[in-house]
């Protein structure tokens, strides 16, 4: 079992930025990939971000490519999610993901390859 919890989000405007911080305990955290995923209201869930149990293979969603950097640091069982240049379409639920069998397939499901889930953090991006 792993237990995620998110931090970091908030208010902010419009070019701003925010970082995102995602506390994981339980089981081995660096046997697992970690992912960023948000839900904004009224909308499906969508993959933002994967890196690799290792730190050395990252993806992302194109609409966040260049702006948004996921990092690692297996020391502190922490996860981050650098958020630049930030648009109001970027609101959302910012969830912690957790998955054992690639980052790839993270990347690539939706949330079905998802074996662990934070309760998520609001991010709100004002025009």
């Known amino acids: 079992q792993v237990q995620l919890v998110e931090s970091g989000g908030g208010l902010v405007q419009a070019g701003g930025s925010l970082r995102l911080s995602c506390a994981a305990s339980?089981?081995?955290?660096?046997?697992?990939?970690m992912g960023w995923f948000r839900q904004a209201s009224g909308k499906e869930r969508e993959f933002v971000g994967v890196i690799s149990w290792g730190g050395g293979i990252t993806y992302y969603a194109d609409s966040v490519k260049g702006r948004f950097t996921i990092s690692r640091d297996n020391a502190k069982n922490m996860v981050y999610l650098q958020m630049n240049s930030l648009k109001p379409e970027d609101t959302a639920v910012y969830y912690c993901a957790a998955g054992v069998g690639s980052a790839r397939a993270m990347a690539d499901s939706d949330g079905d390859a998802v074996d662990y889930w934070g309760k998520g953090t609001l991010v709100t991006v004002s025009s």
């Open positions: 339980g089981r081995t955290f660096s046997g697992y990939h």
